[in-house]
T-cell receptor
Framework: AQSVSQHNHHVILSEAASLELGCNYSYGGTVNLFWYVQYPGQHLQLLLKYFSGDPLVKGIKGFEAEFIKSKFSFNLRKPSVQWSDTAEYFCAVNLKAAGNKLTFGGGTRVLVKP | DAGVIQSPRHEVTEMGQEVTLRCKPISGHDYLFWYRQTMMRGLELLIYFNNNVPIDDSGMPEDRFSAKMPNASFSTLKIQPSEPRDSAVYFC?????????????FGDGTRLSIL
């Protein structure tokens, strides 16, 4: 079955530390990839997306993600986190042939200690 | 610009009661999605519509759940009868166009508690 896996359920780190969240998918076809963020008590917001071209994608708030096709991965990174980055992060994938339907990973809760 | 609007923001009701959640997508968006978020199961797609027509309802948990989209600016998700295990946050999202690279825009969600 097609799936999206986020390996870390919880991450705790201090301000200024670097962050990397893993995301792997099991689709065999051409995919579009997304990272969404959900701040406490809020709705999901788009951080960044990859459709084609440069596999290194830059998003809002200093986040970036790299698509590695051979590894079926789309890991999210930020060199130096802030307390305000405390949130839950979701990786999402859709098959280009499947229209707008997204499959989300289980999410990673990130807590940044001040 | 107005985003996706959901109502109510919070709903607390007793089991057995009918619950209706409402969503107004972003004007011009032709895709609408209903999701359920729980601690145990994460974010699950329940159903989605394209041009008011249900395309995939395979995520709807059981017959107690139903969703409608009578027009391009309004959708409902109904649970009848409700059960405590339906307690969750229900999100509505919308997107534009028939290309799969369009991001979905989410509403603020309805936090549903069934007692």
């Amino acid at each position: 079955a097609q799936s999206v896996s986020q390996h870390n359920h919880h991450v705790i780190l201090s301000e200024a530390a670097s962050l990397e969240l893993g995301c792997n998918y099991s689709y065999g076809g051409t995919v579009n990839l997304f990272w969404y963020v959900q701040y406490p008590g809020q709705h999901l917001q788009l951080l960044l997306k990859y459709f084609s071209g440069d596999p290194l994608v830059k998003g809002i708030k200093g986040f970036e993600a790299e698509f590695i096709k051979s590894k079926f991965s789309f890991n999210l990174r930020k060199p130096s986190v802030q307390w305000s980055d405390t949130a839950e992060y979701f990786c999402a994938v859709n098959l280009k042939a499947a229209g707008n339907k997204l499959t989300f990973g289980g999410g990673t809760r990130v807590l940044v200690k001040p | 610009d107005a985003g996706v609007i959901q109502s109510p923001r919070h709903e607390v009701t007793e089991m057995g009661q009918e619950v209706t959640l409402r969503c107004k997508p972003i004007s011009g968006h032709d895709y609408l999605f209903w999701y359920r978020q729980t601690m145990m199961r994460g974010l699950e797609l329940l159903i989605y519509f394209n041009n008011n027509v249900p395309i995939d309802d395979s995520g709807m948990p059981e017959d107690r759940f139903s969703a409608k989209m009578p027009n391009a600016s309004f959708s409902t998700l109904k649970i009848q009868p409700s059960e405590p295990r339906d307690s969750a946050v229900y999100f509505c999202a919308s997107s534009l166009g028939d290309r799969s690279n369009q991001p979905q825009h989410f509403g603020d969600g309805t936090r549903l508690s069934i007692l």
